[in-house]
């Protein structure tokens, strides 16, 4: 049967903040290395060491921020080490990922280099676990101090005379796990006495972000709350979608229909979680003044059969596009607490954008879903009704189909449409209301196979097409939606 969505084109519920948008990229197996940063000595047609394809590519997407150096990379790192002539830069295991040396080639200036050639904005997440509130203070200080200072002159002699900007700092990661096994009253305290000394210079306004909690630890989120809601404006949360748990992740490609649905069940979760910490939130801060920065999320497979355990390097599929498309759909409906959200992670790791082969490089389904809803990217998010079947999984009910709609400031209506199903397909009659369906079009990512992917040889294999399977009448749109599909709509 027909399902209706109404679509209230004059009824906005605020921007959509184009950080939902954001991605994250970490020391970590082939993610800088080799992804990124191939040296300028390279075959690899680069630009000062930074790959030119991969470049090309991203900005196609309008990235708008960019989480580094981790993960639980950042609670080891020393951002000194990062700095100053590349050949005297220390050498470091990298324990967390793989155990290979880190030649620490890619620090703090090469970073800021890929923000200006992405044209996105740096997001650094600091060391509370291994680091000091010394180390921290005077990174930021490295960066973003104007005028005579030791860590601004040290910048200087380095080669970067004016001052970075900073918007986006993390005061540690997952500091209940990898970045040091802490309590949440401790990191409470940690996370003040830290935070203090990340000074804001100059007109350089820092938006401070205090680690969250892994998945479903609501007690984390009361906690912080609770003992340090004034010195925070967003705190984070991490959630990953592994179909077997975590310790049985299962693979990213030749999996069961049953597998397809507890992917779907587990992605459809992510709303529960922001509803749920919001709602701690809302005790503390009803004003919603503090931020969900949802700064780790996405689809964590086994690694590839052959690939280092430690390189976190998987196959990305049609799978993945619904995770992106449902995921991102439900960070643009609680537009009023997500203010960031960064998928794990760009390149070569977990649910990336690019995989790459040395010289070769191909496009994800989901840089593909990233591509089809940028125009979601400070938009105003419009008003939504939706009915929809459900599909059941085990002894859950999830709905089939995943819906949300923007208005641009140029006026166009952007409507993503995900069908979660995996063999069927869905009627649809969607009621645009204060708007007319004069100029509409459509572009759809889709396949046959529960797994379809894209290989270096054949890296088409999965990408949008023009979608122009509507018939209009009235103000309905009426369309049937293929299983196993993203769907974005435009009207003009
Ligand atoms: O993204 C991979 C890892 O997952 C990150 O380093 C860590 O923060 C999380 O546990």
Not at 48 to 56: F, L, Q, W
Not at 466 to 484: H, R, V
């Amino acid at each position: 049967m027909t399902k209706k969505v109404i679509v209230n084109a004059d009824v906005g519920k605020g921007t959509i903040n184009k950080n939902i948008y954001g991605h994250f990229a970490e020391h970590l197996g082939r993610c800088i290395y080799e992804g990124f940063w191939v040296g300028e000595d390279s075959d690899i047609p680069n630009t000062n060491g930074i790959r030119n394809d991969v470049v090309e590519a991203l900005r196609n997407l309008n990235i708008p921020v960019l989480r580094w150096p981790g993960g639980c990379f950042a609670d080891e790192y020393h951002w000194k080490d990062g700095i100053g002539p590349r050949e005297n830069r220390k050498r470091m295991v990298n324990t967390h990922w793989g155990g290979v040396i880190e030649n620490n080639h890619f620090g703090t200036h090469e970073f800021y280099m890929l923000c200006d050639m992405l044209d996105t904005e740096p997001y650094i997440n600091g060391n509370v676990g291994s680091g000091t509130v010394q180390e921290m203070s005077e990174w930021v200080e490295y960066m973003t101090f104007n005028g005579e200072s030791p860590m601004a002159n040290w910048r200087k002699e380095n080669g970067k005379e004016e001052p970075w900007k900073l918007k986006y700092f993390g005061v540690g990661n997952e500091n209940w796990g990898c970045g040091g096994n802490m309590r949440p009253q401790y990191y409470a305290d940690l996370y003040r006495r830290f935070q203090t000394y990340v000074r804001d210079y100059g007109d350089n306004k820092i938006f401070r972000i205090a680690g969250g909690a892994n998945v479903d630890d609501y007690n984390w989120t009361e906690v912080l709350m609770r003992e340090a809601a004034p010195f925070m404006d967003g705190l984070s949360l991490h959630y990953y979608v592994h179909p077997g748990g975590f310790w049985n992740k299962g693979p990213a490609t030749g999996f069961s229909e049953d597998v397809w649905d507890i992917t779907m069940q587990k992605t459809v979760y992510t709303e529960e979680l922001i509803e749920k910490h919001s709602t701690i939130m809302d005790k503390y801060d009803p004003e919603k003044r503090i931020a969900i920065i949802f700064d780790e999320w996405g689809a964590w497979y086994d690694v590839e059969p052959g690939t280092n355990p430690g390189f976190l390097y998987q196959q990305n599929t049609i799978r993945d596009a619904l995770v992106a498309g449902v995921s991102l759909n439900i960070f643009n409906e609680h537009n009023d607490r997500v203010q960031m959200a960064n998928i794990a992670q760009t390149i070569n790791v977990i649910q990336s954008m690019i995989l790459t082969d040395k010289e070769k490089m191909i496009l994800t389904p989901t840089y593909h879903v990233f591509e089809m809803y940028k125009a979601h990217q400070d938009a105003e998010r419009l008003d939504l009704n939706i009915e929809s079947d459900s599909i059941k999984v085990g002894d859950k009910e999830i709905p089939q189909v995943s819906a949300s709609a923007s208005k641009a400031a140029d006026g166009s209506v952007t409507i993503t449409l995900c069908n979660l199903d995996k063999a069927k397909t869905a009627d649809l009659a969607v009621d645009l209301r204060g708007k007319d369906l004069a100029n509409v079009s459509g572009r759809i990512i889709t396949a046959n196979e529960m797994d379809a992917h894209n290989t270096f040889e054949n890296p088409d294999n999965v990408k949008p097409v023009a979608f122009d399977g509507f018939q209009t009448s009235g103000s309905e749109l009426t369309l049937t939606l293929p299983s196993k599909s993203v769907l974005s709509i435009t009207i003009k």
